[in-house]
Nanobody
């Protein structure tokens, strides 16, 4: 089992940058695929990015080229560097984990979740 805690959210103007962090507990962090999802008010929870234990990365179409996901297995941390932010990136961002059997962009397949961190981008 793993517990997840996000940090780094906040308010920024369009074209600005933020870096989100996800701290994971437990000794099996490197056996999980880690992901970032986001949810805006009244909308579904959308896939943002994921990184497998191998380091392979995957991105949602709307963030490709602007966001970068990374992980440090030595310290049980995952990160999301967000550049060129747009107002439509405004949402609560969630860190999630699933066993590293295969890649998935569906939030339904992720077993563990953080509490979320708000990101607000103003125009």
């Amino acid at each position: 089992q793993v517990q997840l805690v996000e940090s780094g959210g906040g308010s920024v103007q369009a074209e600005g940058s933020l870096r989100l962090s996800c701290a994971a507990s437990g000794r099996t962090f490197n056996t999980y695929t880690m992901g970032w999802f986001r949810q805006a008010p009244g909308k579904d929870r959308d896939f943002v990015a994921a990184i497998r234990r191998s380091g392979d990365t995957y991105y949602g179409d709307s963030v490709k080229g602007r966001f970068t996901i990374s992980r440090n297995n030595a310290v049980n941390m995952m990160y999301l560097q967000m550049n060129s932010l747009k107002p439509e990136d405004t949402a609560v961002y969630y860190c999630a984990a699933r066993p590293d059997y295969s890649m998935s962009t569906s939030y339904l397949t992720y077993n563990y979740w953080g509490q979320g961190t708000q990101v607000t981008v103003s125009s």
